[in-house]
Structure formats: structure tokens, C-alpha cells
């Protein structure tokens, strides 16, 4: 019996964990253990950089969609990215995979977990693990409903008079749901998200088993990176915020002992789009917690300093990163399937200037999601957008559109940790309002899916923005992944040369030093660099000592060998 586990274990419950409980908990663990025979990656290098895509993204008419990404991904992707974060690719009710109807199955239109495993021939895998809630339409929900046996504290119910006025609430929907049960009577269950997602009750121990049993069953499947979905949520105690509570905290280093002790190597990642020093606790104390968090600061601190051709506030945020142990790393992005998150702002931008760079979005197309505050009042949440429009004036020509878009992946690229690109980012997709209006809800503007055919002729259109993008990004990703500077736990040190021009110094253990140089500015700027001998890497080019010349957006990485 692992004392890590069974101490985590005991921290949280106390003797609520029933003795035949935990040997059933161990038991699961154990078998767990002796059917993973692969051998995960440990750590993390260059060459790591992960992709995030629905297993539905591509579609064939009469066919399932998981083996046509397949297909798509090793003609057009195999060799920029090691890892494929797959969405939520399990049946599901509504908010496009995140509501779980059933953990341990693939959706029917997706495919198998077959299927799963002949990607995962082609790439290493990350997994959602949805666990903060579930779908109403689910089996585990139904059965509480029926009231049976084992399954009568599975969710959270709450007398609708009590105080939850200090709840942190990321949507601006009800808290409480009310539910008739099979006697009749009426319990209001706790609903952070809506009222199809119903959160699980961890202080339940049966809880915990049979979500722990997912995780099992995602390990037994090959996931090398598990995300913890919403996971700040996870325990609730009236009276409180109900987000990043101590029993949370408790329950992350669960997790990660119980992934350790099964399938040593898997990558624990927290999703949590709260204020930046909320965020880095999860890597609790460098060694107990999360191996990494979502960098979330960065998407809308790029776009900040793009909006205002000024790179301070981008920089000094930059400067003041600092990892507990190199047993962690940043988890980064600029885009993904939810929008640009504001809340990770707040405490770096003040509250006017995150106020004025949502109305230029709204200005240039983007969409907004709000949140209710505890006051009554409402704040921005998230900014809807592709982050191809985010970046650029509606009227931008496809050069200044191209060029901006390069530029922030290139920072995003140059980073510490390890970089994640979705898939409408390398599609070089555009604002989808026609999803929108179909969907009924802001963020489908960037989870437009596609018919195969019909990608790969835009893919391979000469010319054409998509195509452009395509090559861009993929020979920047090629170049990182060639370099030990770009190593996520390379030195890596951050200067503002003027208003406008970013410099990240990336410096390896072998002692390779890259200089990356970032025009924000639609002005051209020069700034003074030493070299002895020095290659810009993107262009191929020898830079000589003396004056480097960046046009408007351009970007360099600077080899000085």
C-alpha cells in the first residue's frame, strides 16, 4: 500500500474513508498498474510542443471522425507536434464534449478507443479529465435521480436559502438547479457551469473512487498529459469562495501519486482561469502537485501589448515568473477552444485597461462572455475570438494579418515550457459567425469543424492565408524543436529594448545562446546587438555587429552561436 496515497487520502476524509473502501481503492490501483506495460516520456525538452483539437475536427461523410484526424494529422502535422491534446472526445450532452455523459467511453461518431490507439501510434496523447462535474443526461446522474443505493451523495445538494453570496462564479447562470427525485421530493443541486453539468460531491469517498477509476482507465488508454478540467472548483464548503480550496490542493497531489505510482512519467496539468498567483499555486511545492499549469496571463497579455505597440507590461510580468523546481514548467498558449480568459489579467492590468482592450475587440468583431461578481455587479470573463482576428484591425491586409500572427507565436514559441497551438490557429482560421448563430452561444466563433476535403483544397490553395499560416508556424515549431536553447527549463530572460521591441534571451545548459527579437509596432525599429557570429535562424541569414533592422511585426531569432 502506497503511504503517499493512502496519507493524501487520510488528510482528507479521516475515518469518513471506510476501511473495505480503501482496500477496493487499492485494489483498483494495483490492477491499474499491472496492465500498463508502455514506458511514458519522463520530463519534457524542445521537441515537445502539443496540438489541441476536437476528435470530431475533420468530418467524411459515413465515416467516424477519429481515424479521418488521423489521417489528417500525419499528412499535415506529424512533424511539427509530439503531443495531441484531444478535447473531450466522450458521449456528451452539451458544451461541445464538457458536459460527460459517460468517462469511459469514446462518442459512437468519434469512433473507439481503438481508434484512440492508432493515433496514439502516430502521437503521444493528453486527455481531459472532466472532473469537477457531469452531465445531467448521464447514468450516474439518472441513478442518483432514482435514489439508489451507493448513489444518494454523488452531488451536491443545498437548501436554496443558504448564503452562497462568496462563491466564485464563472458564469453569469444560476448556482443551484433544482431536480425532482423519484419520490418526488426536490433537491437544488450545485450547477457551476449550467444546469447540465452537474458538479460532482467529492466529499463523498464513492466519489472519489469512481472518478479515480477514470483516471485509471485514461492511464490504461495511453495518456501521457492528463488536464484536470475546472479542477479549481472540485470541493465546496458554503461560506467560502468554493475555489482553491485546501481539499482541492489535497486532491491534485492525489492525483498525481496515484499517476505516479501507476504510470510514472504522466504529466499532471491544471486548467485554472483565475488571477496569475492563484493560478502557480497549483504547483503546490514543486514537487507535490501539478507538473504544469496553463500559462493563462500570456493570450491576453500578447494581445495587450499588440493592441497598445507597448511590450512593458508583457515584459515586467514576464520577468517576475519564476518556477518552484524544475520538476515543473509552463503549460503555454495563445488560443484554444474557450476564449482569451480576462480574470488572469486582473492584478497585472488595471481594471481600465482591460476594460478598454475589450471595446477594441468588440470594435474589430470579437465577441464577450460576462461573469456575476459577489456584489451584484458584472466583469468581462472571456473575450470570444479566433486569435487571428484578435490580433488584427478588421481592415488589415492578409500581409499585416500574416505578419502579427507569426509574431505572437513566435513569442509564444520562444517562452519557457511547453507551447500549445490549436488547431484553428495552424488552420489559420477566421472569426465563424456562422457557428455562432447555429450554436446559439459566443464560443463556437472558434470550434468551427470541418468537412476533410474541403481543408485540405484551402490547405493547399497557393497563397492563400490558410496555406501561409500553415508553412509559417510549422517552420518556426521545426525550429524550435532543433534548438536546446528552446528547451522549457533553458534561462530564459526578458527585456523591453524600447516601448516596442521585446527581447527573450534563451540560453541552454550547453551553453547556446538565442536571442529573439519582437517588433510590436507597425513602425520599423533598430536596436543595437553584439555578435561575434550570428545567423538569424528564420530567414537563414549571417547578422553582422552593429545595428539590427526589424520591420513593422517581424520577428528574429538570433543565433549568436
Known sequence: MNSKIKSLIDSVYGNSFLTH????????????KSRIIERRKMNWDQQDVVLITYADQFRSEGKTSLPIFTRFFNRWLKQSFSH??????????????FSVVDYHQVEPASGDWQDVADLKRSSKLMFDFVCNHMSAKSE?????????????????????????????????????????????????????????????????PEVLIAMVNVLLHYLEQGADYVRLDAVGFMWKV????????????????LFRAIAEEVAPGTVIITETNVPHKDN????????????????????????????????????????????????????????????????????????????????????QGALVNWKNNPDGSRSPYEINVTYMDALSPKESSDDDRLARFVLAHAVLLSFPGVPAIYIQSILGSRNDYAGVEKAGYNRAINRQKYDMDE???????????????????????????????????????????????????????????????????????????????????????????????????????????
Open 455 to 561: 481543408i485540405e483544397t484551402a490547405m493547399s490553395q497557393s497563397g492563400s492565408l490558410r496555406q501561409r499560416v500553415y508553412h509559417r508556424l510549422s517552420h518556426l515549431i521545426a525550429l524550435r524543436r532543433e534548438h536546446h536553447a528552446f528547451h522549457p527549463n533553458a534561462k530564459a530572460e526578458f527585456t523591453a529594448l524600447n516601448r516596442s521591441v521585446l527581447q527573450i534571451t534563451r540560453t541552454a545548459e550547453n551553453n547556446q545562446r538565442i536571442t529573439c527579437l519582437f517588433n510590436f509596432s507597425d513602425h520599423p525599429q533598430s536596436v543595437l546587438q553584439k555578435y561575434s557570429s550570428a545567423r538569424e535562424l528564420i530567414s537563414g541569414c549571417d547578422i553582422a555587429e552593429g545595428e539590427v533592422n526589424l520591420a513593422p511585426w517581424q520577428v528574429m531569432w538570433i543565433d549568436s552561436k
Open 140 to 204: 450516474w446522474f439518472a441513478r442518483y435521480l432514482r435514489q439508489e443505493p451507493g448513489f444518494e451523495n454523488f452531488f451536491i445538494a443545498v437548501d436554496p436559502d443558504t448564503d452562497l453570496s462568496a462563491v466564485t462564479r464563472p458564469r453569469a447562470l444560476p448556482l443551484l438547479t433544482p431536480f425532482t427525485l423519484s419520490d418526488a421530493s426536490v433537491r437544488h443541486l450545485w450547477t457551476t457551469f449550467s444546469d447540465d453539468q452537474i458538479d460532482l460531491n467529492f466529499a463523498e
Open 280 to 363: 502557480v499555486a497549483y504547483f503546490g511545492n514543486g514537487h507535490d502537485e501539478a507538473q504544469m499549469v496553463y500559462q493563462f496571463s500570456l493570450p491576453p497579455l500578447v494581445l495587450h501589448a499588440m493592441h497598445s505597440a507597448n511590450v512593458e507590461t508583457l515584459c515586467g510580468w514576464a520577468q517576475s515568473l519564476a518556477l518552484p523546481s524544475t520538476d515543473t514548467t509552463w503549460f503555454n498558449f495563445l488560443a484554444s477552444h474557450d476564449g482569451v480568459g480576462l480574470n488572469p489579467l486582473r492584478g497585472i492590468l488595471a481594471e481600465e485597461d482591460i476594460l478598454q482592450l475589450v471595446e477594441k475587440l468588440q470594435q
Open 84 to 97: 495531441v491534446h484531444l478535447l473531450p472526445f466522450y458521449p456528451w450532452s452539451s458544451d461541445d464534449g
Open 21 to 32: 473502501q480503501e482496500v477496493r481503492l487499492f485494489s483498483d490501483i494495483e490492477k491499474a
Open 238 to 253: 458554503p461560506g467560502t469562495s468554493c475555489i482553491h480550496l485546501p481539499q482541492t490542493h489535497a486532491l491534485i497531489k
